[in-house]
């Protein structure tokens, strides 16, 4: 990857992620246009769902492998699965019954491949049952090869229509568990200390979907040892709750704290499970449960398709939890391949100046603390090298490249 093309996607997701833009059609919006740089269209292969904050429930992507007649969605999030009352993934856009939000979506995707450009609305839609839904959607094209439309990433925000005129997303709401057979052995001794958050006054829905998952958890403990079942319905609970946090952050926010739980961005279905099994659970088997969870997230799966998802993957939980570790040290490997670009635009880089090294044999690349000394010469007196931890300086290495990297292309140079 070139260090133009990592500079592109680096400012691409920073922009998916700016926390001052509300609308997360707008997010996916400027994303969309920053990925593409001077194409016609942004690389597919380039495009991270999860890179854009709040699309995942709202989201869908069509895929247009044999024509634009009818498209097979790729992807439905949860938000628009809970519309339909079904989850359309892997099916085609013909299957979607009318009076859905996705039933917009087949009324309008031609408009993407008739002007090669994102189209977005704003309207209001009457659903079978009659009632009123304000929706806000943005349809945006992407390619294989950078030159041929085939592939279509869109979302939809809504909610029902009351005194507000405003439109914003809907926290879709958690389906109930169904209880399924299961044919593994259930973990022993595992022991659910319910968690110190119980229901949170002026957070009734979501206290109450967390009351009702630490529920299922206690259920684990009591369950037939020989059976994984309770289990496995305990995580389903948990899986479809993380949707309605993802749905409603300030609400979860106060959950967390009321519990003396921290948010952890790598790791987003660890609060989740210590939420719902405790704290003081096995901490084996909650770091085991997050990453299973995880895993079926990576793999688009919806709360109505985890459970099985669990049950049939080979080795069940144990493996999704090897199978999401080897991807994230796959990842890896993909991050250090944008560092050493990172590092190698800053080993070219002129340097402004030089100071003696009191540490010499250390690390390439430090991080110093400075100061303007505040005389008329312009000059800045360096204080001293930072003993910072490696995943820091890293961090200031790809940040600082990555400025450099636009000011190159800036100036005709890169």
Same mark, same amino acid.
């Given at each position: ?17 700016? !926390?001052? +833009? ?7 919006? #400027?994303?969309?246009? *920053? @990925?593409?740089? %001077?194409?016609?269209? $942004? ?15 709202h989201a869908f992507a069509l895929d247009l492998p044999h024509g634009v007649d009818d498209p097979v969605f790729r992807f439905v999030g949860k938000a628009l699965s809970d519309d339909c009352g079904k989850d359309f993934t892997l099916m085609p856009l013909s299957a979607v ?20 450009? !994102?189209? +977005? ?7 079978? #049952?009659?009632?009123? *839904? @304000?929706?806000? %959607?943005?349809?945006? $094209? ?76 206690? +259920? ?172 820091a300086v890293e961090a200031v290495v790809k940040r600082t490249a990555k400025t450099i990297a636009k000011e190159l292309a800036a100036a005709g140079t890169s």
């Open positions: 990857m070139s260090h133009s093309e990592l500079t592109t996607i680096l400012e691409a997701e920073t922009l998916a992620q700016d !926390p001052t +833009e509300e609308r997360v059609t707008q997010r996916l919006r #400027d994303y969309w246009n *920053t @990925l593409r740089g %001077g194409q016609q269209f $942004p690389s597919r292969a380039n495009f991270r769902m999860e890179a854009v904050t709040g699309l995942g429930p019954p009318p009076h859905t939000l996705l039933a917009e979506v087949a009324r309008r995707y031609t408009d993407v491949i008739d002007r090669k450009t !994102p189209v +977005e609305f704003a309207e209001e839609h009457v659903g079978a #049952d009659g009632s009123t *839904t @304000l929706f806000r %959607g943005a349809m945006l $094209p992407f390619s294989e090869d950078g030159q041929t439309l085939d592939f279509i990433v869109g979302a939809i925000t809504y909610k029902k229509k009351s005194s507000e005129t405003t439109l914003a997303a809907v926290p879709a709401a958690r389906p109930a568990a169904v209880p399924a057979a299961d044919t593994a052995r259930a973990d022993e001794g595992a022991a659910v200390a319910p968690s110190a958050v119980g229901h949170v006054s002026g957070l009734p829905r979501l206290s109450q979907s967390l009351e009702e998952c630490q529920a299922l958890a206690r +259920e684990v403990v009591q369950a037939d040892s020989k059976s994984r079942a309770t289990l496995y319905r305990a995580l389903e609970s948990a899986y479809a709750f993380y949707f309605e946090c993802e749905g409603d952050p300030e609400a979860y926010a106060e959950l967390r704290t009321a519990a003396g739980i921290g948010l952890q961005v790598r790791a987003p279905f660890t609060p989740i499970v210590k939420l719902v099994f405790g704290i003081e659970y096995d901490k084996t088997r909650l770091s085991e449960y997050a990453t299973a969870l995880c895993y079926a997230r990576r793999n688009n799966r919806t709360a109505e398709t985890v459970k099985s998802f669990i049950e049939t993957h080979e080795g069940g939980i144990k493996g999704c939890v090897k199978a999401e570790r080897a991807t994230r040290r796959a990842e890896k490997g993909a991050r250090r391949d944008d560092l050493e670009v990172a590092r190698g635009i800053l080993r070219q880089t002129p340097a402004i100046g030089r100071i003696p090294d009191a540490n010499p044999g250390k690390a390439e690349f430090v991080v110093m603390l400075g100061r303007r000394a505040g005389d008329d010469g312009g000059t800045i007196d360096v204080l001293r090298v930072l003993d910072e931890k490696r995943s």
